[in-house]
């Protein structure tokens, strides 16, 4: 007889290689430094991964192993918790490696600060000097990585419960045997 699993258990090994390929794509990118700014394609590739394919692909693969490992049923709650759970635990290792990586290198996130300000007076020539100060103020504010954690898990968390959604509708088939609350 198959043991049944917790669609969070069944989740976490694909957030786990979800959260440390998120930390390969930014380590590959620092050591060959490719900057963003000079290379958009760079950004737009990233956040594609990042925002749209891997979450998508992590939760389905998820849902299936959980649904494989569950007699082939799985629930819209359970498929809801599959997914969330994959995304909030790669963005929790994300952000954890974040904290340590501006631990290690500090002199990183005054380089990014340094590239943002000069695209801010770039593209905002006739931005007033209070105008700049605020903006870097807030800038410098959400760099920090301990307020930048937070924010990134909370990012994830809510494209996770997003994608699970329409996962879930897509692929749930409830157990008509199993007990209905």
């Known amino acids: 007889m198959k043991e049944n699993i917790s669609p969070a258990k069944s989740a976490v090994s694909y957030g786990v290689i979800f959260g440390v390929i998120m930390i390969l794509e930014f380590v590959i990118a620092y050591a060959m430094d490719i900057d963003p700014v000079k290379h958009a394609w760079v950004g737009i590739v990233n956040s594609l991964l990042n925002y749209l ?28 918790k599959a997914g969330v759970s994959v995304t909030v635990i790669a963005g929790s290792i994300f952000a954890v490696f974040n904290i340590i990586f501006n631990l290690i290198f500090p002199e990183f996130q005054d380089e990014m600060f340094e590239k943002i300000k000069e695209i801010t007076v ?9 105008q700049l100060e605020m903006t870097l103020k807030w800038t410098k504010t959400f760099m920090d990585p301990l307020v930048a954690a937070p924010f990134t898990i909370v990012i994830y968390t809510f494209i996770g419960l997003i994608f699970s959604l329409i996962i879930g509708a897509i692929i749930k088939k409830d157990n008509p045997g199993a007990f209905q609350q």
């Open 53 to 80: 394919i891997l979450p998508i692909l992590f939760i389905i693969l998820a849902c299936n192993h959980f649904k494989k490992h569950n007699g082939g049923f799985i629930s819209f709650s359970q498929s809801l």
């Open 122 to 130: 770039m593209q905002n020539p006739n931005m007033s000097s209070e």
